[in-house]
């Protein structure tokens, strides 16, 4: 029997007690800190009387806290069971009332009455507190809950045996070790997350955490790879499209990366070859891997190559790991000849517990088969000459988009719930990308026009991903002559406007039409005109994204999320950007109609970023910390102010922060274009300096950057909410005096 995985932490932490087990936003942590973290949970839940049987909510924000809670909650011997703080009040109140727990960690957006204050992470020294029985393998370990075909969440019983033989399996296609180091990129609500999570401990590694703003952005999560030395990535292949366009001339190197870990989803090849012609396929090395809650994780390897990337090759599972048998079965169970398409069914010791207090369910989906435990798992696949099988779609209508699983008949269920609607078809449409989108059909009672608000209505009872893209108003439901659903007949509908289309206004000239060229490229329309919605044309976040990706790379214009949001039409966007770039060449005017107010923030960075995309190198310092990152900070000659002014400026803030106390310098080197200049930091004032920044760099632009010293600056100082533009002629004893008052203020923030 392997060893239990919260067994293998405790052990890293007796043998390895400094080793670094976790980093949050700049913040490192030792196996021993975590631990200790970790007992105090486990005493608190003890003294409830919670432990083996018992179930414990998990909700909080990705962080240290909420990686130690779940440590904490394991040692206790209850099961965690992942809640997304941030999906909907009734999603999370459905979960809770149905797996019963026995205590809530965490905020919920309904509270709760067994929730459990904080008290256990602040305990100083050591807890008080004595294991009870050891764990078993038969153990629950987690619940994670996934969509359900009613429009109830489904959890699925994970046991520690269950997770326990994952990395054994994979030892040999993929050798980890103590020098790894893990990002966690996903919620923990998403079962990709124990790869991740356990990944990292199971070997004495360390786990990166990525804040959710951050890996949104591209170049930021390549920088911070870097940064951190990252040698495992895990991406959902569509979040690795979006990674793989943003490569440029700017990417950093990545010599620490070993392995891009892909699941969550199918991975369609093509999608890799940017990322392929950039870093070739032996460093890192890229893997496709298997995965479903209902097994536990990983249960198949694919080694990505070049030749994955050859004209008619599908999606790749690949093999069976050694200690999980694959079949290819029809609808009878029977198993299919090779080559021929049938499908996968998952058995081995992966395979869960079953399905929460879902007997029904689980009678239909688990099952035994020469004495091996099975789940069928709804996807066909083939099996190839090679005997690796690939992936071909789904036997029912549950789709994955954006790594998530989405079950078609949970969105139709909430939809139907809407007083003004007679029914409901959901499909997930094939888009040109490669991805899929989720279109609703919908049939208003009486007919006519699109009820109003039915996607916050959707979203009050469903997770974000799970909310339909488009929208299409339809009188009936086409049929077939035997009385099925006549898809084909459906879906042509959604191309067609049940109004003649108005007369179009043509965008102008310049800057407004040089853009409409990119939303006709990202929305893939013919034509969009200025009074236009990004989002009521199809447009989604990941298309926002990859549009605010098109503008900066081809127009040199940095544009936000917020910006979209706020100016979704082709014409508001636009005369944000025009006003942007008439306030960017008159610094006096801007500073008059923004004053210290956030929009001039916005707008000074914006104007920052296009000086360095067309060659204009910021004047620039590195402040080195004594773990040899570097906090990035561009600052002057972009401005072109009068020294009168910076000075000014300089001294009010100066002002402001005067009598807030000394700060501790110590063993850190500020450094600029120019000369040295001696600055120091302690390690505790480092450590809450990354703190400030990550929590700063979650906002809606990058305005630090933690990363190497070889790393150009990209980033802004910013200061009691606006730039500080300090010219060339500024003695950098201003710049050293400016850092200190502005460390003293944010202590005091803390």
């Known amino acids: 029997m392997h060893p239990l995985l919260p067994q293998l932490f405790e052990r890293h932490a007796a043998h390895c007690p400094q080793a670094p087990a976790l980093v949050d936003q700049g913040e490192c942590w030792s196996y021993a800190e975590l631990n200790r973290r970790a007992d105090h949970l486990a005493a608190a839940l003890a003294a409830r009387g919670i432990g083996a049987g018992d179930r414990v909510v998990l909700a909080y924000e990705r962080s240290a806290q909420a990686l130690a809670a779940l440590l904490g909650i394991l040692k206790s011997g209850a099961a965690y069971v992942p809640i997304d703080p941030a999906h909907p009040a009734e999603w999370q109140a459905q979960i809770v009332a149905d797996c019963e727990p026995a205590a809530v960690l965490g905020a919920l957006r309904s509270p709760h009455g067994a929730t459990l204050d904080d008290a256990w992470w602040h305990a100083p020294g ?12 038969e153990d629950l370990m987690y619940l994670i809950y996934t969509s359900g075909s009613t429009g109830q969440p489904k959890g699925v019983r994970v046991s520690h045996a269950n997770v326990a033989r994952l990395f054994p399996a994979l030892s040999g296609p993929m050798p980890f070790g103590a020098q790894d180091r893990w990002t966690l990129c996903h919620s923990l609500s998403f079962g990709f997350s124990v790869w991740e999570v356990w990944g990292a401990w199971a070997h004495g590694g360390c786990l990166v955490l990525v804040p959710p703003a951050l890996s949104q952005s591209p170049q930021r999560l390549l920088d911070l790879l870097a940064a951190e030395r990252v040698t495992v990535l895990s991406q959902t292949p569509t979040a690795f499209r979006q990674l793989a366009r943003g490569l440029g001339p700017q990417t950093p190197a990545l010599p620490d ?22 870093f070739g396929a032996e460093r890192p090395r890229l893997a496709n891997l298997y995965a479903l809650t209902e097994t536990s994780g990983e249960v198949a390897f694919h080694r990505v190559t070049d030749a994955d990337l050859a004209p008619g090759q599908g999606a790749c599972i690949g093999q069976a790991l050694p200690d999980v048998r694959l079949r290819l079965v029809d609808e009878q169970g029977a198993d299919v000849a090779p080559g021929e398409l049938g499908e996968l069914v998952v058995g081995g010791p992966s395979v869960a ?75 997930a449409e094939l888009q040109g990308d490669g991805g899929r989108c989720l279109v609703a059909y919908v049939q208003p009672i009486g007919g006519g026009v699109l009820p109003a608000g039915l996607a916050a209505f959707v979203a009050e009872r469903l997770p974000h991903y799970a909310v339909p893209e488009r929208w299409v108003a339809i009188d009936h439901l086409p ?44 929305l893939q329309r013919s034509e969009v005109a200025p009074g236009d919605d990004f989002f009521d044309l199809g447009g989604y976040s990941l298309l926002a994204l990859e549009l605010t990706l098109a503008l900066e790379q081809e127009l040199g214009l940095q544009v936000t999320m917020t910006d979209l949001f706020e100016a979704p039409t082709l014409a508001a966007l636009c005369a944000l950007l025009e006003r942007r770039q008439s306030l960017g060449q008159d610094p006096e005017a ?41 906090l990035a900070v561009a600052h002057n000659a972009i401005w072109q102010n009068h020294d009168a002014t910076a000075h000014a400026e300089v001294e009010a803030i100066r002002a402001a922060c005067r009598n807030l106390g000394a700060s501790e310098l110590k063993d850190c080197v500020l450094y600029s ?51 500080v533009p300090v010219q060339g002629g500024v003695m950098r004893a201003e710049m050293h005096a400016l850092l200190e008052d502005w460390l003293r203020l944010q202590s005091v923030r803390i």
């Open 590 to 630: 801007q500073a008059a109609e923004a004053g210290m107010d956030g929009v001039y923030m916005r707008q000074a960075i914006a104007k920052a970023r296009e000086a360095m995309l067309v060659g204009q190198p910021p004047y620039a310092a590195c402040i080195v910390g004594p773990d040899g990152a570097v």
């Open 479 to 522: 049929m077939t002559p035997n009385g099925k659903l006549d898809w084909a007949a459906l879906r042509a509908q959604a191309g067609a406007p049940a109004d003649p289309p108005p007369a179009r206004v043509q965008p102008g000239a310049g800057l407004q039409q040089a853009v409409a060229a990119l939303w006709c490229r990202v």
């Open 257 to 278: 990366l070993r392995w891009v870990a892909f699941s969550g989803e199918a991975l369609e090849p093509h999608t890799l070859a940017p990322w392929l012609a950039h």
């Open 353 to 427: 517990l079953g399905y929460w207090r879902r007997p029904e369910l689980e009678a239909q989906r688990f099952g035994w088969h020469d004495g091996q435990r099975e789940y069928r798992t709804g996807d066909l696949a083939r099996q190839g000459p090679d005997g690796a099988l690939r992936f071909e779609g789904r036997a029912d209508r549950q789709v994955k988009l954006r790594g998530y699983r989405v079950e078609l008949g949970a969105v139709e269920a909430a939809l139907v719930s809407h007083p003004a609607l007679r029914d409901a078809v959901v499909d």
């Open 126 to 137: 050591p807890a008080a507190w004595v294991p009870g029985r050891a764990l078993a393998g």
């Open 673 to 723: 274009t120019a000369e040295p200049c001696s600055m120091c930091l302690s390690a505790s004032v480092w450590a809450g300096l990354r703190r400030i920044v990550y929590a700063i760099d979650m906002q809606d632009e990058p305005r630090f950057g933690l990363a190497e010293p070889t790393v150009p600056c990209r980033t802004l100082l910013q200061m009691l909410g606006k730039p």
